[in-house]
């Protein structure tokens, strides 16, 4: 037996890392269990668009990302890493404390709910980005390397499978709670699905405290950053003011005033840092499940007949962390023999493994949302297009010589005509009509007709509302200056409704909704202007001054224009419901393919990046590394937030915008696989035993 085999014999597994093992677990679950319902708390509490609540919900998340590199510099050079985890970790505590309350704070005006909301979501993030550098550091230093480099690989399993163990129950229960429960007078209990995650965050600082006494804490090192980034200002300085031009490395620039070792590790940290510049690209599409793929989950159907129950629309995120702990259970023994067999050795390799499936993923979902919007009405060059709906109970007869045409309108139907306009006035060209009305009429005395006109523009779609003004007149309204037919961003379904004169201001005329675990309800103030207005995907019935209208529940499907009409005929009161552009109701197990591609690259991406961070970087900065690797991860999101500033009209193109990007980024990661050299060639790869030996490729400067 060699020396190295008699080390690691010697060296047991350091009991210590269960503590941060578990830690890490109750971390994860209280971070995921907040932001896996942070979207819909958002839009459906908070009352913020789509849009709106996809940039609150990443700016969070760039936070919580960014904090980390401060926190690194304190658990590094001043605090220690162990010190750094219970005080922030206490502001985390406080934070979730201050969003629950901001949830039962309804007796409140919702924008006072919003500044508790926000300064919950800041503590938090503060909490949450303090701790991440952390952790895994203070793990790392538990093992002696490179003696118990195979250790560490199973610690780094292990971590990773406490993350992913750790949000899979709280993605699958918080969900339920938020459903389930009613509470406070709403129809979801979002103070008990942030309640329960703070309570894991508290059990989290005393399963930590608890091993205290058994943790390798390595002393900080207060000189370590300020000479990093004094090395780096010498050498630029020198290399600018210099005649003479540095033969080798331009940081050998800073020979003389700092030691070979600070600027070979500062050499190092900027190599490792040239690689995780290929990062941002893929973390912006691995934090989109919480937010986009919520959002389009929120159009489709998740009933599960023979189970009896439903999967919530943020509950699909669970698929994510139920396939990283199927993946990471085979990870060492399986997948990496498996990679290793087909040439994929290097970290870098596995990177672009997980960049080819992230565009994969996302094709996927711009795919299904394509499927779920459906196809739009397009009028033909030169042509308009006029609807008439027709309130009354009765046949109408539409005679016209401009549009060359005798029609009858059934009762309470709708009819629809497109028309070459001659006209190029800009109002559009005025064609009349005449409207007759069959015997059985009572609004009318026989023989009447209604003559008119109609305007048709060019490109444009008109509609029209044959209804009464008073008990003894009817006329033919004009439905604003024309029909807005652009599907909403997301897929939300719109909706109109006409109605006659004869309503008072004061008639409450209502939409409920027809399922019994809901309060949701749309009154008609809400659609007076008779716009289209954007509601919940689900199924509705009609109320009248509190009683309901003895008509067929609506069931109202995503990306589907809707136009209702409520008429008084005689002594009752007439409802339709019309359809337009009609979209798809899918079901939600049709995001599987996006979310299993997703999964497997957020697995092997993750475990990846942070060993190969731990394990790159120089041991006076193995907490900084980490922050700046979380720092990539704060900066994808923040790409995000710019991306949806500029506010797609179609979501499905915005996905496919960032596949493309993530394509780009994946021939990045391909040529830094070719190029990039470790710098920790003491230690050998566990992963693939029977190779022991150093591939030669260039430094990355």
Known sequence: MDLMSDQKGKLKYPKS??????????????????????I???TRILKFNGDQSTIIYHSFIFLSYFVPMPSAILGDSYWGKFKTIVYLSAIYVLGCIVLTGASI????????????????????????????????ALGGDQFQLPQQEKYLQYFTTKFALAVYIGSLFSTFLMPELRHSIHCFGRDSCFPLAFGVPTIMMFIAIVILIAGKNMYVKKKPENKVLIRTFGCIFCALQAKITSTVPCKTHWLDNAKGKYTESEISDTRSVLDVICVFTAYPVFWSLYEQPSSRWTLQAMLMNGRVDFLDW???????????PLFGVIILMIFDDVL?????????????QKLTFCGVLAVIAFVFAALLQFKIVGNTTEIPAGQGRLNIYNGFDCHVFLKSNSLQLQHQIGPLEMFNVSHVVVSQNVSGEVIRITLGFESKCNVVSDNYELNTTLTIIEGKEISYHLTR????????????????????KFGNPNLRILIDNTFDFDDDITLKSAEHTSFTLYSIDRFRGMDFNTIKVGKYNVFYNGKMLPTSTMDIIPATFYTLTLQRNDNKTDVRIFTKDEGNYIHILWQLPQYLCMSIADVIFAITVIKFAFTEAPKS???????????????????????????????????LLYSGLMLADTLLLGYFSVVYRSKNTNITNPITPNENKTEETTVVN
Request: net charge positive; aromatic share 12%.
């Open 336 to 348: 990496c023999p498996m990679f290793a067999a087909i040439g994929i050795r290097k970290p870098l």
């Open 105 to 136: 704070a309804n007796m409140f005006s919702l924008d006072v709910q919003k500044i508790f909301a926000f300064l919950g979501l800041f503590l938090i993030s503060i909490g949450t980005g303090g701790v991440k550098p952390c952790n895994f």
């Open 469 to 488: 003004l008073h008990s003894n007149k009817i006329a033919l309204n004009r439905i604003g200056i024309h029909d807005s037919l652009i599907k909403e």
């Open 621 to 655: 900065m193995k907490s900084l590394v980490a922050a700046i690797n979380f720092l990539t991860l704060a900066l994808g999101n923040l790409l995000v937030v710019i991306i949806s500033t500029i506010s797609f009209k179609n979501q499905a193109n915005e996905f």
């Open 40 to 42: 819909l708390y958002l």
């Open 17 to 38: 890392t269960w503590f941060i093992v578990i830690n890490e677990f109750c971390e994860r679950f209280t971070f995921f269990g907040l932001k896996t319902v942070l």
């Open 310 to 320: 439903t999967i919530k629309p943020d509950q699909i995120q669970m698929l994510i």
